[in-house]
């Protein structure tokens, strides 16, 4: 028999606030991070979801005295550190840091190759600040990412490789970033609308996120939730383009439900990806409506953080533990009227829910899919 796989802590660095707590209210009070931002020069600005670099620069030195970070750096470990403080970190303590770009800002006006730039000297540099042991692990599969390092935690766990691990996951908005997007046309010109017959693109947006992931919950834990099941499926349709059936998300959603035993009858939320492009709206509803569940209340939190890259799968799981937690569905902003051919139930406005079984979306580049089940214990 498998070791049941729980989260039991979670913290979170966004626009709208440094913890879970201030995200949580700013959502309930409908705020979004997203406006416009001035970031590429000779360029008109975006709109984009952006921590202010004043908060951010004061926050990290009431936490730390070295000062030796970047600004991502700096994010994840504000991210981090309430989480380190909580647990004990040994031996047998995983490490997966998740992110698409890490510090890809160091590469600018630079005529040699930064080593910072490396992502596998990113999570080592985190990690040793923080006194982990064991080799980090670094999932970069666009931005399927987040959802996937959770699945990974679980799976290594399972296996007997750690007994426990920390997550973090993280991107900031760069000029890389933008330009790649906006190259595709793929940037909307107002606050992104997902699934909205109107929506025209995404907003970039910027964050942190952590979770302690554990087969062994400590009895004084504030809650946890059962990682039940999880599958990354590559469709491998196109280097950008979602496929326009739905295949790897419907075999993504069908595997990872399938693991965790539970009918699409017995998913109470699910937190979608939700970009608001054409394309990446229809393919879900597609996927939904061929796993049979266009009736389950959903949501994309694209519309408050922008979408953050390897950060969004996990921020987005922790939003959504807060919801089970707090028995409140959060609507997805900005929607208005169905834009898919597809019906999907999408939340229009705060409501009281009995939440117990979650489903956890991701699509991204290159035809990567992933989903996981959580269930409220």
């Known amino acids: 028999m498998r070791k049941e796989v729980y989260i039991t802590d979670y913290n979170c660095v966004t626009p709208l606030g440094f913890d879970v707590s201030s995200n949580w209210n700013a959502l309930l009070d409908g705020k979004s991070g997203v406006a416009l ?40 470990l504000l991210s981090l550190k309430p989480l380190v403080e909580r647990h004990s970190i040994s031996d047998e303590t995983g490490f997966i840091l998740s992110t698409t770009k890490g510090n890809i800002s160091l590469l600018k006006n630079q005529t ?113 939730f059962k990682i039940l099941g999880d599958s990354a499926i590559n469709d491998a349709n196109h280097i950008s383009g979602p496929s326009r059936t739905g ?56 519309g408050y953080y922008g979408h953050c890259l390897g950060a969004s799968g996990l921020l987005e799981s922790i939003i959504s533990m807060e919801s089970a937690l707090k028995n409140i569905l959060i609507p997805s902003k900005n929607f208005k009227e169905t834009g898919t051919s597809q019906p999907l139930n999408i939340i229009k406005e ?13 699509s991204g580049f290159g035809g990567c899919n992933a989903a996981i089940v959580l269930e409220k214990c």
């Open 37 to 76: 931002h001035k970031i590429i020069e000779n360029q008109e600005p975006f709109y984009a979801s952006m921590i202010g670099a004043e908060k951010l620069e004061e926050e990290f030195q009431k936490n730390f005295d070295n000062q030796d970070f970047t600004r991502l750096e700096k994010m994840f």
């Open 350 to 362: 705060n409501q009281p829910a009995e939440i117990k079984y979650i489903l956890k979306t991701a």
């Open 247 to 302: 295949d790897g998300l419907f075999a993504s959603i069908k595997n990872a439900m399938t693991e965790a035993k539970v009918s699409a009858k017995q998913i109470d939320f699910i937190s979608a990806h939700g970009t608001a492009t054409i394309y990446n709206d229809e393919m879900e509803a597609i996927a939904f409506n061929r796993m049979e569940l266009q009736n389950i209340p959903l949501n994309s939190m694209k």
């Open 112 to 224: 040699a190759l930064p080593e910072g730039v490396f992502l596998s000297n990113l999570a080592q540099k985190l990690a040793d600040f923080s006194g982990f042991k064991t080799k980090p692990i670094v999932v970069s599969n666009a931005c399927v990412s987040g959802v996937m390092a959770i699945a990974v935690a679980k799976n290594m766990i399972q296996a007997g490789k750690y007994k426990d691990a920390f997550v973090v996951a993280g991107d900031e908005i760069s000029e890389f970033v933008i330009s790649g997007f906006n190259s595709f046309q793929a940037i909307g010109s107002e606050p992104c609308k997902p699934y909205d017959k109107n929506r025209n693109g995404i907003n970039i947006g910027e964050a942190t996120a952590a979770a302690y992931i554990t087969s062994e919950p400590s009895i004084n834990e504030k809650f946890s």
